[in-house]
């Protein structure tokens, strides 16, 4: 091999040593990100819903009382978009919809002006939705850490419904509490090496108004192993509770709600 060519191959390993090194961009620079998995969720509610007339209603456990599933596979879909250098919009959506029937055990329990009493077939309904648009401000960002102030707006929709449908017995209630409640919170990234890093927020506001009390928290943190340049696998927990309390005429009631759990995910970054 003469000196010239021998200088060309050396060339080229350069090129190419670059060029992989390239490859994996330390995650604190992706401009766009879409995460779709699976959540494996243990939730906990406890909901009243009073009648329109003011009486006050009995205050159920969903799972314990109405036998609503406290376990459940539920998606996730998450996609993050930034602009610029410090800049960015994450949008985020959350569901849990759970249906049942269960004979009623508890003694006379009143659930949005009608009464269950023990024995009823009770068909149950609860749906909870939450779907979030996060801006994101990095105050320090390099290529091994960031770390973003957060402001979300989060959509809540929570529907519930008891039905019973007996010979004797045709009972009908439902409740729904929407709207939106925006949550301060903060981001993190820790990249660890080119193909191993580190995701965490965390986001929490309690507000109280004149008919109104209420909180929301999300919280997440993520292991993710990079399989390719532009895709991890990722291993992670989350939670999300909030705690609703309405004073308004004709729409008075309480709502807890705690789900939490493992996660895992595929992330596509670019």
Request: proline share 4%.
């Amino acid at each position: 091999m003469n000196s010239a060519a021998a200088w060309c191959l050396a060339g080229l390993c350069v090129v190419g040593t670059a060029a992989r090194a390239d490859d994996y961009l330390s995650p604190t620079e992706d401009r766009v990100r879409l995460s779709i998995g699976v959540m494996r969720l243990a939730s906990a509610t406890d909901i009243r819903v009073d009648g329109s007339n003011g009486v006050s209603g009995t205050t159920l456990n969903a799972e314990n009382d109405l036998g609503l599933d406290s376990h459940d596979v539920e998606p996730k879909i998450g996609v993050m978009l930034r602009a610029g250098e410090n800049n960015r919009i994450r949008f985020d959506y959350f569901t849990l919809d759970r249906n049942t029937t269960k004979t009623f055990e508890q003694g006379p329990s009143g659930y949005g002006g009608v009464v269950l009493l023990t024995g009823d077939p009770v068909q149950s309904y609860l749906d909870l939705r939450l779907f979030g648009i996060t801006y994101g401000y990095s105050f320090w960002h390099s290529d091994r850490l960031e770390f973003a102030a957060t402001l979300s707006a989060n959509d809540v929709d929570i529907s519930s419904q008891v039905r019973v449908n007996t010979e004797y017995r045709q009972l009908f209630a439902s409740e729904n509490v929407a709207g939106p409640i925006p949550t301060p919170g903060l981001d993190a990234t820790w990249v660890v090496n080119p193909h191993f890093y580190l995701d965490g927020r965390a986001q929490y506001l309690k507000v109280s108004v004149e008919h109104f009390n209420g909180s929301l928290g999300i919280y997440e943190l993520d292991a993710l192993y990079r399989i390719h340049p532009n895709i991890c696998v990722a291993l992670g927990y989350t939670e999300v509770q909030t705690d609703l309390t309405s004073r308004r005429t004709r729409d008075t009631g309480y709502f807890h709600f705690n789900s939490k759990g493992p996660q895992v995910f595929l992330r596509v970054a670019f």
